[in-house]
């Protein structure tokens, strides 16, 4: 008696039936939600779920060692070259130290969410290459 809701993989309403009708309890949609009209992103971060394509998501590894899924862009390209100085610290769930960390999590979801995509990391779902525009989610 353990509800089971499925995540990660529901992007459309036929998703969405073929789990409920499998047992699942509930699902989880995040990514889809994204480039809608009612999201509060920076239009340049719903833009970013528009113009990727599949091959532009990959694996990510933050600094602290957690795995996450992104769109590569200019920031990750930097990330791979090399550190990015860290100028100011936050107060985040694992602490790092700035001296040996690549970069600074915090400020590169912050950048991006606000919209400066060359200085941040935008996550997503392994779908979002399928959202071609920006829709409403009436």
Do not use: W
């Not at 340049?44 to 990959?58: G, M, Q």
């Not at 990015?84 to 040996?100: E, G, H, M, S, V």
């Not at 590169?108 to 060359?118: F, P, Q, S």
């Amino acid at each position: 008696n353990i509800p089971i809701v499925v995540a990660g993989v529901v992007f459309t309403h036929e998703d969405m039936i073929k789990y409920l009708s499998l047992g699942a309890s509930g699902v989880q949609m995040a990514t889809r939600f994204v480039a809608t009209h009612e999201c509060d992103a920076h239009p340049n971060f719903k833009e970013a779920y528009v113009n990727c394509k599949k091959e532009d998501i990959k694996i990510t590894v933050s600094p602290v060692g957690m795995p996450g899924r992104a769109i590569f862009n200019e920031f990750t390209q930097r990330v791979s070259k090399g550190k990015i100085k860290i100028t100011k610290c936050y107060d985040c769930l694992i602490p790092c130290n700035p001296a040996d960390t690549p970069y600074c999590i915090s400020l590169a979801l912050i950048n991006a969410v606000k919209g400066d995509l060359e200085n941040g990391l935008v996550f997503c779902g392994a779908n979002a290459y399928r959202i071609d525009k920006i829709v409403s989610v009436k």
